[in-house]
């Protein structure tokens, strides 16, 4: 599997080469039919179109020997990038709208997750957060600090203070 990998990459950097490498070799293959039709007596012309036939589609074998050398996930997404900036430029309008409105949309979600995350995700910043399971239930509001009191664990809880009763 890594030597497979290792390959790919390989086939990716030096895909130039490679694709020139495979067209001579796909000329050579081309030319030793068209020998061979020529040898039963069919014109060079001839020959070259017969041999062509009998090879089959020379682009879709060089397609199918380039998606398996390559990384071809990597060079279409690469494509698609570069078309979509080119399209980005041409509509500058549509673009800054559209990167604006993630922009604000990102900025939003990060906010609102922020508060969420800081009001109820987070565990009270006491010493044992386990001894004030369901402080919800039975609250009291005190000279503006909110108290519980447990009778599971019988500790106070003070937003982030915990007191032995």
Known sequence: MLRKSWLRIRGWMHRRRLDEEFSDEVQAHLDMLADDFERQGMTPRDARLAARRSFGGVEQIREEHREGRGLMHLERLWADLVY????MRRNSAFTLVAVATLALGIGVNVTL?????????????????????????GLRRVRGAIFSMHSRSRNLCIWGNTIAA
Request: aromatic share 10%.
């Open 84 to 87: 979509a900036v080119r399209t």
């Open 113 to 137: 997750f922020t508060a969420f995350n800081a009001v109820v995700l987070k565990s009270l910043a006491v010493a044992d957060p386990t001894a004030c399971t369901g402080w919800s239930a």
